[in-house]
């Protein structure tokens, strides 16, 4: 349904296009150089919608380039990584690692007395 509308709008667009040129250059002789001025009316209207567009993208791609390097390449360059390993490894060390080995030490300190004092059988 929505292809018939388009295509519907596209024919009257068209059928509108040549009822005003038709209006605008009457029908004489000159009919196909009045045509032939609209038409490069069209075309310099057209390439100026253009260019202005081609103009917008280019600042908008600017501004993006200038984000980047402003704000996400710091980020990127900041040594979290380093810190962030650090933290991790301190943390396991305070919390596991240490503990582990007061345990172990307190579990040979416990081996070595019962040694001591019953003897190697």
């Known amino acids: ?19 005003g040129l038709y209006a605008a250059c009457g029908n004489n002789e000159g009919t196909l150089t ?4 609209i038409a490069i009316i069209v075309l310099v209207l057209e390439t100026s919608v253009v260019t202005l567009l081609m103009a917008l993208i280019v600042i908008l791609l600017g501004r993006l380039i200038s984000m980047i390097q402003e704000q996400v390449l710091p980020v990127l360059n900041r040594p979290r990584n380093r810190a962030t390993v650090q933290g991790t490894t301190t943390f396991v060390t305070d919390s596991l690692v240490a503990p582990l080995i007061r345990i172990a030490g307190f579990g040979s300190g416990i081996k070595g007395t019962v040694r001591a004092l019953f003897g190697r059988k």
């Open 1 to 19: 349904m929505q292809k018939v509308v388009a295509v519907v709008l596209a024919l009257l667009i068209v059928a509108l296009i040549v009822l």
């Open 34 to 37: 009045c045509v032939r001025d």
